[in-house]
């Protein structure tokens, strides 16, 4: 049959009848005639958990040694899965980062895979084993313990696929596939049957939960089609591969399914919200070549990422206001970076605004069809939302507002662009 990599989130791996349950999908696909890789997160919680201890016990922790602490959630997941496995008569073991080895940077706590030695592993597959391995982990090249930031586990799972030359990545999650918007948030949210990975990266971008956006460019690189799909399913559910999810593949495959269908193409495929977001406005800096460098040099040697950037229009005196958006969490870090480089940049005053969000519809339909912007101003100003930022790209439109808008914004724009389900 086929080669296929199962990923299981930490609410699917919550304490032992869910980890039975997890065992029996994974049997189920077995069963069927496959060769199956597990990937499984940490309990829910456990992670948050396991960074307290580190900030308890050291404020100033060593990046190498939280990975050292935080590692061990998903290690224990992996040995309970093998255990219950091989309690349902199945032949399973399981494999740690080191193990495999999944070899990734030194940069801990961030670290990114840079390869990974499948023979061991796809000889174990395809003698019948299931191999259960702890996501979010590797090896640096020191032969530490590394760990890929939060969310990693999905990574883990899309760089095993590709290393094995897996058939498909399923990722179970806590939701059964990807939606137009959060349903929590419009009941009238349709689950969307395909994806490309372009939609689906911008998606994951910008605040869509479902999947980890690292994950989502690995599979766009590597090639590696991924289903998003729910754990929370009866016993007598059937296999993956017959189960309404979201699949998740190239912008060519999805042409050759929508091949022979009259309808066009569906302009808009998603909207998205995050409200990790944060603003920072510097005023008055100099309007001189090398200026921005000033600014987000010290951001970046720091990992943080910008999103959006805004510079307004040159003042009469040489100095010019820059505005840009970061993830809220790395809001006092950057703060007190570009403090200490007030007088190398030059900057007048640093104003900070933690209480915004970002708000995004995206679509490869965009591409070939002009208004896409224009409707969602136009809807967003009926409501009387205020924009103060924008961004796009090729295939997508972001604005900022004021975090309480959120819901609202996501509504209105869910009925602008005709998403709602009948």
């Known amino acids: ?187 009238k949210a349709r689950k969307l049957k395909n994806v490309t990975y372009e939609e689906m ?41 017959t189960l309404p999810g979201t699949m998740i593949v190239s912008d060519e495959e999805l042409a050759k399914i929508q091949e022979g269908l009259e309808m066009e193409r569906q302009l808009i495929t998603g909207i998205a919200a995050d409200k990790n977001e944060a603003k920072i406005i510097l005023t008055r800096v100099p309007d001189r070549p090398g200026a921005v460098a000033t600014i987000f040099s010290p951001l970046a040697a720091a990992n943080i990422n910008v999103d959006m950037i805004i510079q307004n229009v040159g003042r009469d005196k040489g100095e010019t206001d820059v505005t840009f958006t970061l993830p809220s969490s790395d809001l006092v870090r950057a703060q007190a970076l570009l403090e200490a480089q007030k007088e190398p940049i030059g900057f007048h005053r640093l104003i900070t605004d933690g209480k915004v969000a970002k708000i995004s519809v995206v679509g490869v339909g965009m591409r070939s069809h002009a208004g896409v912007a224009s409707t969602m101003f136009r809807a967003l100003a009926d409501r009387g939302i205020n924009i103060q930022a924008i961004s796009t790209s090729e295939i997508k439109v972001s604005v900022l507002i004021d975090e309480d808008e959120t819901e609202l914004a996501v509504r209105v724009l869910h009925t602008a662009y005709g998403l709602d389900a009948e």
Not at 128 to 134: D, L, N, R, T, Y
Not at 207 to 218: A, C, I, M
């Open 201 to 241: 990266l911008e998606l994951a971008s910008v605040g869509s939960k479902v999947l980890q956006t690292r994950s989502v460019s690995l599979a766009m690189k590597a090639g590696v089609r991924v289903q998003v799909l729910s754990s929370f399913i009866d016993d007598d559910a059937p296999a993956a591969d």
């Open 1 to 187: 049959m086929g080669r296929i990599v199962m990923k299981f989130g930490g609410t699917s791996m919550a304490g032992t009848e869910r980890i039975r349950r997890v065992a029996t999908i994974v049997r189920r696909q077995q069963e069927a005639g496959h060769e199956v890789a597990v990937v499984v997160s940490a309990m829910a919680g456990e992670t948050d958990r396991l960074v307290t201890f580190c900030r308890e016990a050291n404020a100033l922790y060593d990046p190498a040694e939280y990975d050292v602490v935080v590692a061990s959630g998903e290690q224990v997941t992996a040995g309970l899965l093998a255990l219950t496995l091989q309690g349902m008569g199945c032949k399973a073991r399981s494999w740690l980062g080191w193990q495999v080895p999944i070899q990734t940077d030194d940069a801990h706590a961030k670290a990114r895979v840079e390869s990974i030695d499948s023979a061991a592993l796809t000889a174990s597959m395809a003698a019948g084993e299931i191999a259960v391995i702890p996501g979010f982990q590797g090896v640096s090249p020191a032969g530490r313990v590394t760990t890929l930031g939060r969310g990693g586990s999905d990574t883990s799972a899309v760089a095993v696929a590709a290393a094995v030359n897996a058939d498909r990545c399923d990722i179970y999650t806590d939701v059964d596939g990807v939606y137009t918007t959060d349903p929590r948030i419009v009941a």
